[in-house]
């Protein structure tokens, strides 16, 4: 059952602070939309937001900081509820590690605060610019999947405000459904204005890693097999120009929590953990993506491939200590890098393949799309474990995202190639996308990846709780909204 309060209790008692014409983007670059951009600082303005919708019969979409690479946080001609400046810790608790904070905190702003208290975010994903909101919305999971599940099994609690102005306070106890709903319900059920969450305890600000060259996609396999029992993070690079005996090749990162830090009092730092803002003491890594330019294309791609993975094989077995934001926000160190990838964008393909089918999925779609002149620039492998949210992107098994860089030339072949394999091989092998990285489901598909039950208990509590569907995005129209 789902439990609620009037918003007559609460009523928006602060002026709307005036919406602006704005055109989002979705992270990858390949989808834009115009709509009325709203900044609410308090979760009254986040109320007068969606009643002034209801009042104008537009729609809504809550956005964060947009780092979802297709159109789940765009909403054509419509509202865009920018949460951004709902940014304040509320408590935090050095003793237990419970923090609650608004849901436009960033991953960034929770491990600045917690760090120096010993405490680190249990899940991240691979950038820190990701608000809070977005993460549980999506309900994002880090380079430990396997071992610590996605954010929804460390959030303790959460508020959100309905469309039609209810309060709604979720916890494990109280509405687990919707918790379980709503995480991964990407905004189509209420916007978040509060979250709690529990931290893990760490002694170090550095992770042990060490890492080892695979020559084949049978090697990365056997490599997590080995390493999963006693790693606390594995991530694995795959050359994707490589092919034959080859397919498959790259470098897995194993990492391990570090206990005997001498010095834990200058590595749990901000200042221990960031790189410094220049190259070489005079490039300014802000410009560094300048430097990529020339070589977003397939030749230079190809040999920055092999160039990583023949560095990577004379390095592997050495360990290293790293700092954790070193290690956990790779995408982070180049600065605006994918504006490289410029003119164009990125088209993320990531399939996440239950572990028996995972091998055979792996390597049609290594071989599959650069037969059709399409090869990933980089791609990425992990290993996740099956979690309890409603619209379940992860399962038992391993995923690859491949990253393409899409022109407009190239979009409708590389759409079909992509398309093809989703229908043919990764859904009859139970395979599963993640809803902040597709640009591809459609309605259709969408319904036979998640499951008609999955589906339509979704759709049943969005008439619950939306029934005018005031909350909306072009991911919601394209792959969820019930046929009309
Ligand atoms: C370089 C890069 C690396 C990444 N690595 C990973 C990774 O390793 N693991 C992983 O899981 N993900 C990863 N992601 C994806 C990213 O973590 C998610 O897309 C996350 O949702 C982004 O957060 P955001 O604040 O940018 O949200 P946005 O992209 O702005 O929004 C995401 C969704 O959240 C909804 N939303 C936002 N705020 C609220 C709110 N307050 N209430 C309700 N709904 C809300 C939006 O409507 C939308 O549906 C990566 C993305 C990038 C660009």
Known sequence: ?????????????????????????????????????????????????????????????????????????LNAEN???????????????????????????????????????????????????????????????GKNNWKAGTILDHILAAEMVTAGGEHISLSRENNPELLGATVGGVGMLGVFTSLTLRLERISSGLLNVREEAVRSLDEMFASFRSHSPRADYLIGWIDGFATGHDLGRGLVQIATHVHDDPEPGRTLS?????????????????????????????????????????????????????????????HDFVPGWKRAWQPGGILQYQVFV????????????????????????????????????????????????????????????????????????????????YLAKDSLLDRPTARRMLGDDAVDRFLELKRQLDPDEVLQSNLYRRALRAPR
């Open 270 to 330: 901000a200042r221990a953990q960031l790189l410094p803002d220049t190259v070489l003491g005079i490039i300014p890594r802000s410009r560094l993506w300048l430097a990529m330019k020339p070589v977003v294309n397939d030749v230079g791609m190809r040999a920055v491939n092999r160039l990583r993975y023949a560095a990577g094989s004379k390095r592997a077995g050495r360990m290293t200590r790293v700092p954790h934001v070193q290690f956990h926000f790779f």
């Open 1 to 73: 059952m789902i439990t609620t309060a009037s918003d007559q209790d609460v009523r928006a008692s602060v002026p709307l602070p005036p919406g602006s014409f704005g055109v989002a983007e979705g992270w990858g670059m390949l989808h834009r939309a115009a709509g009325d951009v709203y900044r609410p600082s308090t979760p009254e303005g986040v109320l007068a937001v969606l009643r002034l919708a209801r009042e104008s019969r537009l729609s809504v979409v809550p956005r964060g900081s947009g780092y979802s690479y297709g159109d789940t946080a």
């Open 79 to 141: 509202i865009i509820l920018d949460t951004t400046r709902l940014n304040r810790i509320l408590d935090w608790n050095p003793e237990t590690g419970i923090i609650r904070l608004e849901p436009g905190a960033t991953v960034e702003q929770l491990w600045r605060y917690t760090l120096e208290d010993g405490w680190w975010p249990p899940v991240v994903p691979g950038a820190m610019h990701p608000t809070l909101g977005g993460c549980l919305a999506t309900n994002v999971h």
């Open 354 to 433: 239950p572990r028996e089918n995972a091998p055979a999925v792996f390597r049609a779609i290594l071989e599959e799309p650069p037969a059709h002149g399409f090869t990933p620039y980089l791609a990425v492998f992990k290993l996740h474990r099956a979690d309890a949210s409603l619209l379940r992107y992860s399962v038992d098994g391993y995923s690859l995202s491949l990253d393409f860089h899409a022109t407009e030339r190239h979009y409708a072949g590389l759409q079909r190639t992509l398309t093809g394999l989703t229908t043919d091989v990764v859904l009859p092998a139970g395979g599963r996308f």
